[in-house]
């Protein structure tokens, strides 16, 4: 592959992996694929019956559906096939009004919605069934939110193509790159070829502000705000990032009606690859150039490492995102590779246990979390301290320590994974 070709493929990953997103993705693509349902079926179905894959049904079990005030997979289907605009993607919930989420909890409460587990080889698969009388359509997604496979009425296939399970454009392309190569890409690419990941800021700047405005999910980034106010926490740098990016965490999943910019597929990561990074920026009065080479590199890190790992998975992939964001402020602080090699290597010896255990409001706590890792991480390579090879998972190469958590949650936190969702979904109603 030659350069011109290879750059082109990079930019086009960021940019499909890099996208607007409200809500929770998971619940949300199974809304979408009520809403394209609904669309075929031509009214608004008597009742619907949903199944999706184990893990997405890890995801979507305690996360709150936006603009609802309701968590939970039945509501993402239910407002997904009376509200959703079919053509909007990610954002196939913007614009509901309080008369059609009131329907959608009437069906609700007529136990007229149904979701279920369906074993299938896709992690990442939910199909939504809407009935109107004698009319049924079934639609189904897989291998990523938003792919539609298989489209149906009434018995006759509307649409259908293959999705290959092991397929991954994004694995093939990065497969054979370092993660120097990835830095070097993002200090070379054109300045205008990039500017779009600036859209990154101002979305999850704007989701920051609003969990720092309201009560959202756990409020943690509105707990922490105040205990400066008391003399608890100190109003430094590093709090901060915590406090900012987390605040963004808690509006997302506590059910803002705002879009989150994501990362591979989740609005979590994208606020974790992105708000460390930008409150560095501010803290340091960048020029707009270094501002964006720095968002651009935490993404596409994020997305280098995010490539090696399943879709979904026992690995909380916020750490993961972090390390994106840890990237962009290193390069910031010094300018040096070396310096994001030492820090993401460090956070691989800090965090890479942190489980995924579902979306939900405590999601925000493993944001801080990883977050606050990031930039301790970057504190020690500044004083050339690290996490060494010696230790651990970690390796004297940067990558061989990236390919190493990411074997760790590819295999055996296949077993892990499959306890995870084996209490969640057996755990007593309350």
């Known amino acids: 592959m030659n350069q011109l ?82 053509e909007a993607g990610l954002e196939v919930l913007k614009n509901l009004t309080d008369e059609q989420v009131a329907h959608a909890k009437m069906m609700l409460s007529e136990q007229r919605v149904s979701v279920s587990i369906f ?41 259908s193509k293959p999705c290959a399970v092991q397929a991954d454009s994004l694995s093939e392309i990065f497969a054979d790159l370092s993660a120097k190569q990835i830095f070097d890409f993002a200090m070379a690419v054109d300045l205008d070829q990039i500017r779009f990941i600036g859209e990154a800021a101002e979305l999850n700047s704007a989701l920051s502000q609003e969990g ?21 926490i100190s109003d430094d740098l590093l709090n901060r990032i915590v406090i900012e990016t987390t605040a963004a965490s808690d509006a997302r999943m506590g059910g803002a009606s705002l879009p989150a910019m994501s990362n591979s597929g989740s609005g979590n990561q994208g606020i974790a690859a992105t708000m ?5 920026a501010r803290h340091l009065n960048v020029s707009e150039e270094q501002r964006i080479r720095a968002l651009f590199l935490a993404h596409l890190m994020a997305i280098y490492i995010h490539s090696k790992l399943p879709k979904l998975s026992a690995l909380c992939a916020v750490t993961t995102a972090a390390m994106g964001s840890c990237a962009g402020v290193a390069w910031l602080l010094t300018g040096k590779f070396d310096t994001i090699s030492m820090a993401i290597s460090s956070m691989i010896g800090d965090i890479s246990g942190i489980i995924c255990d579902g979306a939900a409001n405590s999601c925000a706590m493993k944001v801080s979390t990883s977050v606050s890792s990031g930039y301790k991480s970057v504190l020690m390579a500044l004083d050339n301290t690290q996490v060494t090879g010696n230790e651990g998972i970690v390796e004297h190469n940067i990558d061989r320590s990236i390919n190493n958590l990411c074997s760790i949650a590819s295999r055996s936190m296949q077993y892990t994974d499959r306890q995870v969702i084996e209490i969640m979904v057996s755990k007593p109603k309350v």
Request: with cysteine.
């Open 212 to 232: 720092l405005r309201a009560d959202y999910g756990l409020h943690i980034g509105r707990t922490l705000q105040k205990q400066i106010g008391s003399g608890l």
């Open 119 to 159: 074993e299938t080889e896709h992690i990442l698969y939910s199909e939504a069934s809407l009935f109107l009388g004698q009319d049924c359509v079934r639609v189904r997604i897989a291998g990523h939110h938003t792919n539609v496979i298989y489209i149906e009425k009434n018995g006759t296939t509307l649409f």
């Open 276 to 280: 460390p990074v930008v409150v560095v």
């Open 5 to 86: 070709d290879l750059t082109e493929q990079i930019l086009a990953a960021v940019r499909q992996e890099v996208v607007p997103a409200l809500g929770c993705t998971e619940p949300i693509s199974l809304a979408l694929a009520s809403a394209i349902a609904r669309q075929h079926l031509g009214g608004l179905p008597e009742r619907i019956e949903a199944k999706v894959s184990p893990n997405l049904m890890k995801n979507g079990m305690g996360v709150t559906v936006p603009g609802t005030g309701t968590v939970g997979l039945p509501m993402a289907a239910a407002i997904g096939a009376i509200a959703g605009n079919p």
